[in-house]
Nanobody, 125 residues
Framework: QVQVVESGGGLVQAGGSLRLSCAAS????????LGWFRQAPGKEREFVAA????????DYADSVKGRFTISRDNIKNTVYLQMNSLKAEDTAVYYC??????????????????WGQGTQVTVSS
């Protein structure tokens, strides 16, 4: 069983930066892939970024590639999402997720118990 808790959301102006954190806990959490999804009002939840257990492999949605960077610290069991050059369309609730092997791009494939509660990111234009 893995639990994840997000933090770091807030209000930022367009063009600014924000860093999200996701603290993961569980007996073998260091071997889990971790990732970020987001859900804007009236829209479906969508994949943002993912990182494998070692940090050696990452995946990004095209909409954030070059602006967002995912990383992890397996000593602290924490994954980070550094968000730069933020745009109004990045406004959403950001969710952290865990998976035993690979974070699927389809959020419906993530186990219900492996979601965090979400953190709000608001980008003002």
């Amino acid at each position: 069983q893995v639990q994840v808790v997000e933090s770091g959301g807030g209000l930022v102006q367009a063009g600014g930066s924000l860093r999200l954190s996701c603290a993961a806990s569980g007996p073998t959490v260091q071997y889990y892939a971790l990732g970020w999804f987001r859900q804007a009002p009236g829209k479906e939840r969508e994949f943002v970024a993912a990182i494998n257990w070692s940090g050696g492999s990452t995946d990004y949605a095209d909409s954030v590639k070059g602006r967002f960077t995912i990383s992890r610290d397996n000593i602290k069991n924490t994954v980070y999402l550094q968000m730069n050059s933020l745009k109004a369309e990045d406004t959403a609730v950001y969710y952290c997720a865990a998976a035993a092997n690979v974070i699927p791009r389809d959020p419906s494939s993530v186990k219900n118990d492996y979601w965090g509660q979400g953190t709000q990111v608001t980008v003002s234009s």
